[in-house]
């Protein structure tokens, strides 16, 4: 940093009383000694920053309970514009729904969510909507198993052959992968990327939807052309458009997405790349967060 913007920190610093700053008729920085004992000191002393040490480390806490009270309440609210989707059409408008997806994209106020979570609560929903039922059938016959031994990758497979024919979805793009991800749903993966999702300006009703939404949203994690289409060509446009929109979705685990995606590129072109494996490790990252 240049030496006018640290003055200018350091004033600040001083201002709010965690940093002591004494100056000398020469303006240098020194310490006067008298038979080696220490007399006087000029410059700066750091003592009230070790006395307010206490103060400081409980408002960073309380800091971060509300940052988790303020995450959680955004993923209520989201969960509530689905199920209102789902089970009370005329409920809100559109342009009601715009405005609350365009608040959670700001940097407001627990109140202020708690208003919006209070009033969306307030609307009435079908009893048909409300299941107690798991949703499941057939061909989703996957259990989560524990592995106490920590893979580089979760989304790495071995390929193993399966005697259970797989259910290729209803649209004009490629097959998924080669393996047992064709029984992906379009709504396993909206329920694993709640986080894109909410930058759609419109409903995503389709496949072709889910695509333009991660195409949009890419450069906005530092993925770039050269490297999507990269991506494009080893799993297929639908494929990595799931997978970006993961990235997107486990954002506060993966500091480099671009890297990410490019080591999933690399195992997509070695045939190790399991996409369902990681759909279903965002809709556990989405499942621990509001809960």
């Not at 979760?154 to 793009?173: A, H, K, R």
């Not at 009703?205 to 450069?219: F, G, I, S, Y």
């Amino acid at each position: 940093m240049d030496e006018r913007t640290l003055r200018r920190h350091l004033a600040k610093l001083c201002d709010a009383g965690l940093i002591e700053r004494k100056s000398s008729s020469n303006g240098k920085r020194f310490a006067l000694r008298i038979r080696k004992a220490i007399v006087a000191t000029f410059g700066f002393n750091i003592q009230p920053l070790l006395d307010k040490a206490s103060e400081i480390l409980q408002a960073a806490d309380e800091t971060r309970v509300l940052d988790d009270q303020i995450l959680t309440t955004r993923k209520l609210i989201l969960n509530l514009l689905f199920t209102l989707r789902e089970g009370a059409h005329d409920a809100l408008s559109g342009i009601e729904e715009a405005e609350i997806r365009r608040q959670l994209r700001r940097n407001v106020s627990l109140a202020d969510l708690l208003i919006t979570k209070h009033k969306l609560e307030q609307i009435p929903i079908a009893d048909t909507v409300i299941t107690t039922e798991l949703s499941a059938s057939n061909s989703q016959n996957d259990r989560h198993q524990q592995n106490t031994k920590k893979e580089y990758l979760d989304s790495v497979s071995l390929n193993q052959p399966s005697d259970i024919e797989p259910v290729m979805p209803t649209t004009s793009y490629p097959a998924l992968t080669p393996d047992s991800s064709h029984d992906l749903t379009l709504e396993d993966c909206l329920e694993a990327a709640t986080e894109g999702i909410a930058f759609a300006q419109a409903p995503v009703k389709n496949w072709n939807d889910l695509v333009q939404l991660a195409d949009t949203l890419a450069p906005m994690i530092g993925i770039g052309r050269e490297l999507a289409d990269h991506t494009r060509r080893a799993m297929g446009p639908l494929p990595a458009a799931i997978s970006i929109l993961c990235l997107i979705q486990q954002g506060n685990q993966i500091q480099k997405p671009a890297a990410y995606l490019r080591k999933l590129t690399m195992l997509a072109e070695r045939g190790l790349y399991s996409l369902k494996s990681l759909v279903r490790k965002a809709q556990r990252h989405r499942f621990a967060a509001v809960n």
